[in-house]
């Protein structure tokens, strides 16, 4: 089993409504019975990030997202599937849950 990023992308920082909440209640329920449930998470929207870069002489700290763009990361999963064509399912079971688009990337 491989491990996949799945990035929940918005360009909104509007929560779950309830119906999507309990969708992705369902879908996060049955992931963890079908053995793909590593670990998930929302994040802060993207006025709440903080960049560090400490490349140079020295730190520098730079309140807000590294990349201004209209559309954004507000949560994930980890999960474990068999191959790309496994992670790519569940991204679509999930982004039919939360009503959002969702980006699959493998770990290396």
Same mark, same amino acid.
């Given at each position: 089993?491989?491990?996949?990023?799945?990035?929940?992308?918005?360009?909104?920082?509007?929560?779950?409504?309830?119906?999507?909440?309990?969708?992705?209640?369902?879908?996060?329920?049955?992931?963890?019975?079908?053995?793909?449930?590593?670990?998930?998470?929302? !994040?802060? +929207?993207?006025?709440?990030?903080?960049?560090? %870069?400490?490349?140079?002489?020295?730190?520098?700290? =730079? #309140? *807000?997202?590294?990349?201004?763009?209209?559309?954004? !990361?507000? +949560?994930?999963?980890?999960?474990?599937?068999? %191959?790309?064509?496994?992670?790519?399912?569940?991204? =679509? #079971? *999930?982004?039919?849950?939360?009503?959002r688009k969702v980006e699959v990337r493998p770990f290396?």
């Open positions: 089993m491989a491990q996949y990023l799945l990035s929940v992308i918005t360009d909104s920082l509007d929560l779950a409504t309830p119906e999507e909440t309990a969708a992705i209640d369902v879908f996060n329920d049955r992931m963890i019975a079908d053995g793909h449930w590593v670990f998930a998470g929302g !994040l802060g +929207g993207p006025d709440t990030a903080t960049v560090i %870069d400490n490349r140079g002489e020295r730190a520098v700290v =730079t #309140d *807000g997202p590294f990349v201004e763009t209209k559309e954004f !990361l507000i +949560g994930f999963w980890i999960v474990e599937a068999a %191959d790309l064509d496994a992670a790519l399912r569940l991204a =679509t #079971d *999930g982004s039919k849950a939360c009503n290396l």
